[in-house]
């Protein structure tokens, strides 16, 4: 795929974005870590904060990211925003109006997989991105696309419900355009994107057999 913008445009956004922000991305981490905490606390009001947090998420990545700052430089980044927004909405939708959400810490073999890809998006993935030249602010810092996307799917693998097939699409087509991008810029952090997504919706869709569909 033949991109419209070079490495040091795409690079440029990332600073752009991490300088207008600052200092948001650390209240992202601390939702993160919030996250995890009421997952590993078994905490009754985990799947309310979880859902306001992935739906905030995917709202900010459309909204801000996508179509105020990519939008510079790829015109397809309101079709992006789009997208996002819509999953940001979803996430609300399932997750707080319709209650088809819900997440728990059981020790089973997905919530492990969810471990290991949440650990990716918050600690290895940022490490990895400066080893290999990405440093910030010249880096998608948590709370843009690649990460974010990666930590919903390691969310995402908590649930202890029929999971919404239809919440897992546009995660999984950004992990297929994430890894592109990731082949073309040489952004090879981004290649765990791929594989978060691919594991993640084949292990979601494994699990979907083993649960009743609350509410139908």
Same mark, same amino acid.
């Given at each position: 795929?033949?991109?419209?913008?070079?490495?040091?445009?795409? /690079?440029?956004?990332?600073?752009? %974005?991490?300088?207008?922000?600052?200092?948001?991305?650390?209240?992202?981490?601390?939702?993160?870590?919030?996250?995890? %905490?009421?997952?590993?606390?078994?905490?009754?009001?985990?799947?309310?904060? !979880? @859902?306001?947090? #992935?739906?905030?998420?995917?709202?900010?990545?459309?909204?801000?990211?996508?179509?105020?700052?990519?939008? *510079?430089?790829?015109?397809?980044?309101?079709?992006?925003?789009? #997208?996002?927004? /819509?999953?940001?909405?979803?996430?609300?939708?399932?997750?707080? !109006?319709?209650?088809?959400? @819900?997440? *728990?810490?059981?020790?089973?073999?997905?919530?492990?997989?969810?471990?290991?890809?949440?650990? %990716?998006? /918050?600690?290895?993935?940022?490490? =990895?991105?400066?080893? #290999?030249?990405?440093?910030?602010?010249?880096?998608?810092?948590? $709370? /843009?696309?690649?990460?974010?996307? !990666?930590?919903?799917?390691?969310?995402? =693998?908590?649930?202890?419900?029929?999971?919404?097939?239809?919440?897992?699409?546009?995660?999984?087509?950004?992990?297929?355009? $994430?890894?592109?991008?990731?082949?073309? #810029?040489? !952004? %090879? *952090?981004?290649?765990? =994107?791929?594989?978060?997504?691919?594991?993640?919706?084949?292990?979601?869709?494994?699990?979907?057999?083993?649960?009743?569909?609350?509410?139908?």
């Amino acid at each position: 795929m033949d991109l419209l913008f070079s490495l040091a445009d795409f /690079l440029n956004v990332f600073k752009d %974005y991490n300088h207008s922000i600052f200092p948001l991305q650390i209240v992202f981490y601390f939702a993160a870590f919030l996250c995890i %905490y009421f997952l590993f606390t078994g905490n009754n009001n985990a799947t309310r904060i !979880i @859902s306001i947090t #992935l739906a905030f998420l995917w709202l900010w990545m459309g909204v801000v990211y996508h179509i105020i700052f990519f939008s *510079e430089i790829n015109k397809a980044a309101y079709i992006f925003g789009g #997208l996002f927004i /819509l999953q940001g909405v979803m996430f609300a939708g399932c997750g707080l !109006i319709r209650k088809k959400l @819900s997440f *728990e810490y059981t020790k089973s073999a997905a919530n492990n997989v969810g471990i290991v890809l949440i650990a %990716y998006a /918050l600690i290895i993935y940022p490490v =990895l991105g400066t080893f #290999l030249g990405h440093a910030y602010p010249y880096s998608p810092t948590f $709370g /843009l696309p690649c990460p974010t996307t !990666i930590f919903t799917f390691g969310i995402l =693998l908590f649930a202890n419900q029929k999971m919404p097939v239809h919440l897992l699409i546009i995660p999984l087509l950004w992990s297929v355009i $994430g890894f592109t991008a990731a082949l073309n #810029l040489t !952004i %090879y *952090e981004d290649i765990g =994107l791929l594989l978060a997504g691919v594991t993640a919706f084949v292990l979601l869709i494994i699990s979907n057999r083993k649960f009743k569909s609350v509410g139908d």
